[in-house]
C-alpha cells in the first residue's frame, strides 16, 4: 500500500515514506522531479497535499531516501489552495537551488512571493518578483548558446518588471523576455541537449512566427516545429529511442462515446510522427527510466489507462525498452466505476458528466484544463451504485466562466482513475 508516492524497482511498484503513515495526505501529487541538495540527490515532489511523512507540510517537500522533509511548511495562500505546477533544479551560482512555480500562491515559507519561490536547502525566497499576475504551467532548465537559464511558460504578461508574453527565462538575478514569446498560452516546455528549446500550447504566434501551437527556440528565433500537429499536445519530454535525443508528446485521441485514449509521437527535426501504439486512457505524465533487463534508456508512460498497448493491466508503461511496450505491475481490480459519456458536448454552458457506478464507492469527479491545473471539483462524496448525472456549469473556483477551449473530467473511484474530454463554446 502506498500514499501518493511510489518507487519503481524492476516491474514492481514499492512505497516511499512507509506506506500509508508516511506518504502523501490530504491532496494528490501532481509534480516530481530529481534536485541536487548539500546532502546529495533527492526527489522532490508538489501537489495539492498537506500532509507528508506525518508532517503537516505545505504543497511541496523533498524525499532523501530515509524521511520527508517539509520545507520549511511550504506554500501558502490568502485566498484560494496554492496550486503548484512544476518543478525544477537549478543553480544560478552558489548551488542548486529548488524551484516551484505555478498559481494562487502568494507565500513560502513564511516569505512573499509572486507564483514562484525558491529553496536553497535552508530558506525560502523571492524570485526576481516572480509573476504578478496568471500562472506558470512548466518550468525547464535550457542552455540556448547564451548560457543556461532557468525558463518558465504559462499564461503571463509580466515576470518581474519585465515584459513577457508567455514565456520568460530567469539568468540567476533578474528575467529575461524570449523572442517576444508567444500569443497564447504554453503549456509545456522541454530542453534538448544541445538543441534548440520546444514548447507546447494554445497559440498560433511565436515571435512573430507562425506556428500552430508548437514551436522552439534556436537561442536567436523562434521557428514553427507544428507540422504533423494533431490537436493539443498536453505533456512534452526529451527522450533519445537510438536515433538521438528529440523531442517526445503525448495526445489525446477522443473515441466516439467520449472517452479518451493515448497516443506518442516524436518530432523528427521537420514534423511529428506518431508511434502506432494506443494506450486504453488518457497519458497523464512522460519520463525517463531505466530498462530493468538491458539497463538503457526507456520512456516512461503513466496515465488514466487500464490497459498498456500490450494489453496488460497499468497505470505505467515503458515505451522502447527490452520489449517494444511493457506493462508495469500495479495492484489493482476491475474499474468500480467509469464516465459513460459528457452530453451536450461541446457545450456552450452547463455539461452534465453521466457515471455508471457497479457497487457504492467513494468518488471524486474533477476538472482539468489541457495544463492539468485543477479547475473545479465537482463531487466528492459516496455514490450508491448505480447511475448518476454530475452537472458542471462550466465554471472554475471563483464561479467564473471558464474560457472555451479543450477540458478534461476526471473520475477517481477506489484508486482507479478515468477521463473524459469535454469542449467548451463561448
Given at each position: 500500500t502506498?500514499?501518493?508516492?511510489?518507487?519503481?524497482e524492476?516491474?514492481?511498484?514499492?512505497g516511499?515514506?512507509?506506506?500509508?503513515?508516511?506518504?502523501?495526505?490530504?491532496g494528490?501529487?501532481?509534480?516530481?522531479?530529481?534536485?541536487?541538495?548539500?546532502g546529495?540527490q533527492v526527489?522532490a515532489?508538489?501537489?495539492?497535499?498537506?500532509?507528508?511523512?506525518?508532517?503537516a507540510?505545505?504543497?511541496?517537500?523533498?524525499?532523501d531516501?530515509?524521511?520527508?522533509?517539509?520545507?520549511?511548511?511550504g506554500?501558502?495562500?490568502?485566498?484560494?489552495p496554492p496550486?503548484p505546477?512544476?518543478l525544477?533544479?537549478?543553480?544560478p551560482?552558489?548551488?542548486?537551488?529548488?524551484?516551484?512555480?505555478?498559481?494562487?500562491?502568494d507565500?513560502?515559507?513564511?516569505?512573499?512571493?509572486n507564483?514562484?519561490?525558491a529553496w536553497?536547502?535552508?530558506?525560502w525566497?523571492d524570485?526576481?518578483?516572480?509573476f504578478?499576475?496568471?500562472?506558470?504551467?512548466d518550468?525547464a532548465?535550457h542552455d540556448?548558446?547564451?548560457?543556461?537559464?532557468?525558463?518558465?511558460?504559462?499564461?503571463?504578461?509580466l515576470?518581474?518588471?519585465t515584459a513577457?508574453?508567455?514565456?520568460a527565462?530567469w539568468?540567476?538575478?533578474?528575467?529575461?523576455?524570449?523572442?517576444?514569446?508567444?500569443?497564447?498560452y504554453?503549456?509545456?516546455?522541454a530542453?534538448?541537449?544541445?538543441?534548440?528549446l520546444?514548447?507546447?500550447?494554445?497559440?498560433?504566434?511565436?515571435?512573430?512566427?507562425?506556428?500552430?501551437?508548437?514551436?522552439?527556440?534556436t537561442?536567436?528565433?523562434w521557428?514553427?516545429a507544428?507540422?504533423?500537429?494533431?490537436?493539443?499536445?498536453p505533456?512534452?519530454?526529451t527522450f533519445?529511442?537510438?536515433?538521438g535525443?528529440?523531442?517526445?508528446?503525448?495526445?489525446p485521441?477522443t473515441?466516439p462515446?467520449?472517452r479518451?485514449?493515448g497516443?506518442l509521437?516524436?518530432?523528427?527535426?521537420a514534423?511529428?510522427?506518431?508511434?502506432?501504439?494506443?494506450?486504453?486512457?488518457f497519458i497523464?505524465?512522460?519520463?525517463i527510466?531505466?530498462?530493468p533487463?538491458?539497463?538503457?534508456?526507456?520512456l516512461l508512460?503513466g496515465g488514466d489507462?487500464l490497459t498498456?498497448?500490450?494489453?496488460?493491466?497499468?497505470?505505467?508503461?515503458?515505451?522502447?525498452?527490452s520489449?517494444?511496450?511493457?506493462?508495469?505491475?500495479?495492484p489493482?481490480?476491475?474499474?468500480p466505476g467509469r464516465i459513460?459519456?459528457?452530453?451536450p458536448?461541446p457545450?456552450?454552458?452547463?455539461a452534465?458528466v453521466?457515471?455508471?457506478?457497479d457497487?457504492?464507492?467513494?468518488?471524486?469527479?474533477?476538472?482539468?484544463?489541457?495544463r492539468?491545473?485543477?479547475v473545479?471539483r465537482?463531487?466528492?462524496r459516496?455514490?450508491?451504485?448505480?447511475?448518476?448525472?454530475?452537472?458542471?456549469?462550466?465554471?472554475?473556483?471563483?464561479?467564473?466562466?471558464?474560457?472555451a477551449?479543450v477540458?478534461?473530467?476526471?473520475l477517481?473511484?477506489?484508486?482507479?482513475?478515468?477521463?473524459?474530454?469535454?469542449?467548451?463554446t463561448?
Open positions: 502506498v500514499d501518493g508516492v511510489a518507487g519503481l524492476g516491474d514492481r511498484g514499492l516511499v515514506g512507509g506506506g500509508v503513515s508516511g506518504g502523501i495526505q490530504g494528490t501529487l501532481e509534480v516530481a522531479t530529481a534536485h541536487s541538495s548539500a546529495g526527489l515532489v508538489a501537489g495539492s497535499f498537506t500532509d507528508v511523512g506525518g508532517s507540510g505545505g504543497h511541496v517537500a523533498i524525499w531516501g530515509t524521511a520527508w522533509d517539509p520545507l520549511g511548511g506554500l501558502a495562500s490568502s485566498g484560494f496550486i505546477n512544476a525544477a533544479s537549478f543553480d551560482g552558489g548551488g542548486a537551488r529548488l524551484y516551484v512555480a505555478g498559481d494562487r500562491f507565500s513560502a515559507g513564511g516569505v512573499a512571493v507564483r514562484i519561490a536553497d536547502g535552508a530558506n525566497s524570485v526576481g518578483g516572480g504578478p499576475s496568471g500562472y506558470v504551467s518550468l532548465v540556448d548558446g547564451t548560457g543556461t537559464r532557468l525558463y518558465a511558460v504559462g499564461s503571463f504578461a515576470a518581474g518588471g513577457v508574453s508567455n514565456v527565462r539568468n540567476g538575478s533578474t528575467w529575461e523576455d524570449v523572442g517576444g514569446g508567444t500569443n497564447g504554453v503549456g509545456q516546455v530542453s534538448v541537449d544541445g538543441g534548440p520546444y514548447v507546447t500550447g494554445s497559440f498560433t504566434m511565436a515571435g512573430g512566427v507562425a506556428a500552430n501551437g508548437v514551436a522552439r527556440w537561442g536567436s528565433q521557428q514553427d507544428s507540422t504533423g500537429f494533431e490537436g493539443s499536445f505533456l512534452l519530454t533519445d529511442d537510438g536515433t535525443a528529440a523531442p517526445w508528446a503525448s495526445f485521441e473515441l462515446d467520449g479518451l485514449r497516443r509521437a516524436r518530432w523528427t527535426g514534423a511529428w510522427t506518431t508511434t502506432g501504439d494506443y494506450f486504453g486512457g497523464r505524465g512522460l519520463g527510466g531505466r530498462d533487463v538491458s539497463g538503457a534508456e526507456c508512460v489507462f498498456g498497448p500490450d494489453g496488460a493491466t497499468a497505470r505505467i508503461a515503458r515505451w522502447q525498452c520489449a517494444a511496450v511493457a506493462a508495469v505491475s500495479l489493482g481490480g476491475p474499474a459513460r459519456f459528457v452530453s458536448n457545450t456552450p454552458e452547463l452534465e453521466h457515471l455508471a457506478l457497487r457504492a464507492a467513494d468518488v471524486r469527479l474533477t476538472v482539468h484544463d489541457v492539468g491545473a485543477l473545479r465537482l463531487a466528492e459516496r455514490f450508491d451504485a448505480g447511475e448518476h448525472v454530475v452537472e458542471w456549469g462550466t465554471r472554475d473556483f471563483a464561479e467564473q466562466p471558464v474560457a477551449g477540458y478534461f473530467v476526471r477517481e473511484v477506489a484508486g482507479e482513475v478515468e477521463s473524459a474530454r469535454v469542449v467548451i463561448r
